[in-house]
């Protein structure tokens, strides 16, 4: 308690700039929690599913269950439904509607980074203008005679080192954030054009197989 107190004290004296700064800091921590429950939530993957999907020759309904169990707010229970409803047609319609779908998905995983990007770029920005005007204060404080209020000016540079340290803070923490997010959203992607792959090659299959007089569920 006396340390968040202290903490609180020290913010006083960051000046104006603390208040945009905290601000950066509390979208950037709301924005951060929505992508983790979007992830948490949305795009979960269970381990039968994959394996599934990476079985040679799978059965659709088999597929059409696991989904259903999944969601259909699932992101990937939405690219798979795309090529399952478009199975019965040629691979490079299914391969088109499912880019179309994964486009889509991307737009959805790619909300809202942009503000972690600009907290990582205008929070040292702001810091710095603290800076500068904490440093002005305190020259405003050294008269033509000397030093005219020593206690103001070690307020000024007091103000100056916090609007600083709070900013590359924050834009620190925005950083790690922005970057695991975009390094999670290639990662999704990349899996789902991998698993994308897979069903369109078990669609083949499937046409060669009913070519060649078999049936396929």
Same mark, same amino acid.
Do not use: C
């Given at each position: 308690?006396?340390?968040?107190?202290?903490?609180?004290?020290? %913010?006083?004296?960051?000046?104006?700039?603390? #208040?945009?700064?905290?601000?950066?800091?509390?979208? =950037?921590?709301?924005?951060?929690?929505?992508? +983790?429950?979007? #992830?948490?939530?949305?795009?979960?993957? @269970?381990?039968?599913?994959?394996?599934?999907? !990476?079985? #040679?020759?799978? $059965?659709?309904?088999?597929?059409?269950?696991? %989904?259903?169990?999944?969601? @259909?707010?699932? #992101?990937?229970?939405?690219?798979?439904?795309?090529?399952? !409803?478009?199975?019965?047609?040629?691979?490079?319609?299914?391969?088109?509607?499912?880019?179309?779908? /994964?486009?889509?998905?991307?737009?959805? +995983?790619?909300?809202?980074?942009?503000? +972690?990007?600009?907290?990582?770029?205008? $929070? @040292?920005?702001?810091?710095? %203008?603290?800076?500068?005007?904490?440093?002005?204060?305190?020259?405003?404080?050294?008269?033509?005679?000397?030093?005219?209020? @020593?206690?103001?000016?070690?307020?000024?540079?007091?103000? =100056? %080192?916090? $609007?600083? &340290?709070?900013?590359?803070?924050? &834009?620190?923490? /925005?950083?790690?954030?922005?970057?695991?997010?975009?390094?999670?959203?290639?990662?999704?992607?990349?899996?789902? !054009?991998? +698993?994308?792959?897979?069903?369109?090659?078990?669609?083949?299959?499937? !046409?060669?197989?009913?070519?060649?007089?078999?049936?396929?569920?």
């Amino acid at each position: 308690m006396f340390d968040i107190q202290e903490t609180l004290q020290a %913010l006083k004296f960051g000046g104006a700039m603390v #208040y945009p700064l905290l601000a950066l800091a509390i979208l =950037a921590l709301v924005i951060t929690i929505d992508k +983790l429950f979007v #992830y948490w939530r949305f795009v979960r993957l @269970p381990r039968p599913l994959l394996e599934l999907v !990476e079985t #040679y020759g799978f $059965a659709w309904t088999e597929l059409e269950r696991q %989904l259903a169990e999944l969601g @259909p707010s699932n #992101y990937f229970t939405r690219f798979f439904r795309v090529i399952m !409803e478009n199975r019965s047609k040629p691979a490079w319609w299914v391969e088109s509607r499912s880019g179309d779908e /994964a486009q889509v998905i991307e737009k959805a +995983l790619n909300r809202g980074l942009w503000v +972690l990007e600009t907290v990582v770029t205008a $929070a @040292p920005l702001l810091g710095l %203008l603290g800076t500068i005007t904490g440093m002005m204060h305190s020259f405003q404080l050294i008269g033509g005679n000397g030093l005219v209020d @020593p206690t103001g000016v070690t307020g000024g540079v007091a103000q =100056a %080192l916090i $609007a600083t &340290a709070l900013g590359l803070f924050i &834009a620190i923490i /925005a950083l790690f954030a922005f970057n695991f997010f975009s390094r999670r959203q290639s990662q999704v992607l990349d899996e789902m !054009e991998r +698993l994308g792959t897979r069903l369109v090659d078990n669609i083949r299959l499937g !046409e060669h197989e009913r070519g060649n007089g078999h049936e396929t569920t």
